[in-house]
């Protein structure tokens, strides 16, 4: 099993930062991908962004440029810094690991931009 906490989301204005980190805690070995993903009000839930074991990473096309994800292997942590935000990045953000074939998700942090 492994554990997911979340922290960092909020109350932003448009055009403002906000990071988003997930712990990993548990049977943390042979992960394959660490990212987030996001739920708006009525939608599917969607990836913003993923890095793999082998370094590799992928975005939304609507989040390119404004935000990186990096992982830090030593912490077991993957953050996300996000900038430049629009309203229509508000949703409730999920942190997701895939460890061989299993997917776990984090509880979900709530992300707000408005004025």
């Known amino acids: 099993q492994v554990q997911l906490v979340e922290s960092g989301g909020g109350l932003v204005q448009p055009g403002g930062s906000l990071r988003l980190s997930c712990a990993a805690s548990g049977s943390i070995f042979r992960i394959n991908a660490m990212g987030w993903y996001r739920q708006a009000p009525g939608k599917e839930r969607e990836l913003v962004a993923v890095?793999?074991?082998?370094?590799?990473?992928d975005y939304a096309d609507s989040v390119k440029g404004r935000f990186t994800i990096s992982r830090d292997r030593a912490k077991n942590t993957v953050d996300l810094q996000m900038n430049s935000l629009k309203p229509e990045d508000t949703a409730v953000y999920y942190c997701y690991v895939r460890r061989i074939v299993t997917d776990y998700w984090g509880q979900g942090t709530q992300v707000t931009v408005s004025s």
């Open positions: 890095t793999t074991s082998g370094g590799s990473t």
